[in-house]
């Protein structure tokens, strides 16, 4: 009878295994399933939503979701209805990122930046991706920036270069502005880029070179020591240079006049000595 009555229970509690087994299997397959099912919905609403924020959350939650269970790519049929389509999803939203963060900089709109600036990080999801998207946008600026540095260096006579440094002081004060938004370490970064152009680009013997550094520093007045002193740092050798040239100019100039002092001093006691 015990003999009976174990088997009986080993039987039950094979049994109750094989459910609970089943149960858990049936757990994850309806968890596969509703990822499965949220994925294709996540697709058609990022194809539909028109608030490129959202769509980007949406694009998001479909990465992760794929990343959290790898299952879903073994599904064919999820497959061919919208995981073929992550890459192309995810590319084309982080472009249109990209063209809104650079417009809402142009903009100085610092709520656009600062929304766009979280949605790329989330998406992006790759500290050194995200800022490689944020160096080709300085690499932008720089360019525009080097630009005006030529048209300076082409100018023929130092009038016209006094005419020019105006607009070059303008778009230095807006592009410092437009990086302070993607804060103070994106912004120190393109400082240091910006002290590299200008060490190129400008001679010490240049003749608009004092007002060149005059120009500089007046469109950093309104910005942050903590950005500015940047500039302000590279500029230090080219001011070392412009000072040693005037004193050198300065030191000819007064010898020049000693000895057209002396000449007319010679002049003098050779008439005295004439009489």
Request: hydrophobic share 40%.
């Amino acid at each position: 009878m015990i003999f009976f009555y174990f088997h009986f229970l080993k039987f039950k509690l094979n049994n109750v295994r094989s459910s609970v087994h089943a149960i858990a299997n049936l757990t994850k397959m309806s968890r596969l399933l509703g990822d499965a099912l949220r994925c294709q919905e996540l697709v058609n609403l990022c194809n539909e939503e028109k608030d490129l924020l959202k769509k980007a959350e949406y694009a998001t939650e479909f990465v992760s979701l794929i990343k959290s269970n790898d299952k879903l790519l073994k599904l064919k049929w999820l497959h061919e209805s919208c995981l073929f389509k992550r890459e192309l999803i995810v590319s084309k939203i982080r472009q249109e990122l990209f063209e809104q963060l650079r417009s809402s900089l142009r903009s100085l709109n610092a709520g656009v930046v600062n929304s766009t600036m979280k949605a790329m990080q989330k998406l992006i999801d790759n500290s050194t991706v995200y800022q490689k998207e944020l160096s080709s946008l300085m690499d932008e600026s720089l360019r525009e920036l080097d630009g005006l540095f030529l048209q300076l260096g082409t100018q023929s006579n130092t009038e016209k270069a006094s005419k020019f440094l105006p607009q070059l002081g303008t778009k230095l004060h807006s592009q410092m502005e437009q990086f302070q938004l993607l804060g103070t370490d994106n912004a120190q970064h393109f400082a240091r880029l910006v002290g590299k152009v200008i060490a190129n680009r400008v001679p010490a013997n240049a003749p608009y070179a004092m007002r060149l550094v005059q120009t500089i520093y007046k469109s950093l007045g309104s910005h942050s020591d903590s950005v500015a002193n940047v500039i302000r740092d590279a500029l230090h050798p080219l001011k070392t240079s412009i000072h040693s040239q005037s004193l050198a100019n300065l030191f000819a100039a007064i010898d020049e006049i000693l000895e057209q002092d002396e000449k007319r001093e010679a002049i003098i006691v050779e008439k005295v000595c004439v009489y």
